[in-house]
Nanobody
Framework: EVELAESGGGSAQAGGSLRLTCTTS????????LGWFRRTREKECEFVST???????SYADSVKGRFTISRDNAKATVYLQMNSLQPEDTGVYYC??????????????WGQGTQVTVSS
């Protein structure tokens, strides 16, 4: 059974940092692209970042230079280090395996989400 579980969300002041963790099981983690998406007040689903099986990364323009995605294949875990947080980063963050926003957070390849709240 495929499972993804996010943790590490919470509250932060603008300019602060949080580190999200997504632990996974039930699939060949090292062969899959992993990604982070978020639901904000403005957007139902927004791409944040992805990392391929060979470690190539991509970022939304809005987070580039502030967020860093990484993966640990031995632990089947993907991380999102978020620095210089802004109130606009507030939302529910989801990790997913080879999904995009058309998946609408439904199905086994999505985690349940973790809330991030950034205050000014």
């Amino acid at each position: 059974e495929v499972e993804l579980a996010e943790s590490g969300g919470g509250s932060a002041q603008a300019g602060g940092s949080l580190r999200l963790t997504c632990t996974t099981s039930g699939f060949s983690f090292d062969e899959r692209e992993l990604g982070w998406f978020r639901r904000t007040r403005e957007k139902e689903c927004e791409f944040v970042s992805t990392i391929t099986s060979d470690g190539s990364t991509s970022y939304a323009d809005s987070v580039k230079g502030r967020f860093t995605i990484s993966r640990d294949n031995a632990k089947a875990t993907v991380y999102l280090q978020m620095n210089s947080l802004q109130p606009e980063d507030t939302g529910v963050y989801y990790c997913a395996a080879e999904e995009d926003c058309s998946g609408e957070y439904v199905g086994p390849n999505w985690g349940q989400g973790t809330q991030v709240t950034v205050s000014s």
